[in-house]
């Protein structure tokens, strides 16, 4: 338990947060905004919470997180509580990385040119160590989980990441691009209605998060209507003024629905994986690409 502890940079850690404190009414606040308006899904969990109660919960917790490093034992046990506690509000593993991720970038915030490689490491590495603590206490096997943040998205305030934050210009696809989606597609349409529901098994698998948009959704009719919007697109490719407008119109709408702009990417991942399953020899690399571009 003590070893956890050897490597960590404490007086480093105890010297950025003595900066911090002065503006801790302000650091907890941009905290929790940073983490509604990065990871929206995150503010479920505090829909009947006092906010200003749980701001100084979080802040508390940080003083007692970094007073008690030099008391390892102790802190161990208090943070196995902690996160046996987080498990039962209904805390899941992938917040653990969200939460690290906007906690060290409202630091950079904060501390500007304090912020420096070395104090942003011996953060990671402090929070990799006690979100460990509090995984065990959550009764999470951490031997094949990787809990560490990345130090280079904690160099800057947090940002929105669209499209892995590459600016895409729309444009359709060329002709042999739309002929190989064409051909595949093919393939896929007598197993119509499997290839629709494993998509969203896969989808709400790997983002359980996004289940919540289908709460009272008739999963049967919402999976026809995910094929059949797959159909429309296949066959409009070659009529781009008609298409675009359609699309246009989709997104708007899906907007309604409450689709948030963070699960495009995550859909685009689900759907080309989906592909690649039912596909299998003939998801090629031209195949792949032009479903991307698509």
């Known amino acids: 338990m003590t070893s956890s502890y050897s490597n960590l940079r404490i007086e480093l850690v105890e010297t950025s947060f003595e900066k911090i404190k002065p503006c ?4 907890v606040f941009s905290f929790y905004q940073n983490l509604f308006e990065t990871y929206p899904q995150t503010q479920a969990l505090f ?12 802040f508390n917790s940080l003083v007692l997180l970094v007073e ?29 990385p969200f939460v690290s991720e906007i906690l060290l970038a409202t630091f950079a915030e904060y ?6 490689p070395e104090v942003a490491q011996a953060w990671v590495d402090t929070y990799t160590t006690i979100s460990g603590l509090m995984l065990e206490g959550a009764g999470v096997d951490i031997s094949q989980l990787s809990i560490q943040p990345d130090v280079e998205k904690s160099q800057s305030p947090p940002q929105v990441s669209v499209f892995s934050a590459k600016k895409v210009t729309p444009q359709l696809s060329t002709v042999t691009q739309i002929e ?9 349409k007598p197993h119509a209605g499997e290839f629709a529901a494993s998509f969203y098994e896969n989808l709400f698998k790997t983002y359980p998060q996004t289940q919540g948009l289908f709460g009272k959704t008739d999963m049967d009719k919402q999976e026809k209507k995910l094929f059949n919007s797959l159909v429309l697109l296949v066959e409009s490719l070659r009529t781009p003024e008609a298409l ?51």
């Open 24 to 27: 801790a009414r302000e650091f």
């Open 47 to 58: 829909g009947k919470t006092d906010m200003d109660k749980q701001e100084k919960k979080l």
């Open 68 to 96: 008690g490093l030099r008391t390892p034992e102790a802190l161990a046990v208090v943070l196995k509580d902690l996160g046996a506690r987080h498990k039962g509000y209904g805390t899941l593993i992938e917040y653990y």
């Open 111 to 116: 501390l500007q040119e304090d912020w420096t």
């Open 180 to 188: 190989l989606v064409e051909t595949s597609f093919e393939k896929i």
């Open 244 to 294: 675009v407008l359609v699309l246009k119109d989709l997104g708007a709408r899906h907007k309604g629905y409450g689709t948030l702009i963070e699960y495009y990417p995550i859909v685009g991942d689900i759907l080309l994986k989906t592909f690649a399953e039912y596909l299998q020899e003939d998801w090629t690399p031209e195949v792949a690409q032009a479903w991307v571009d698509t």
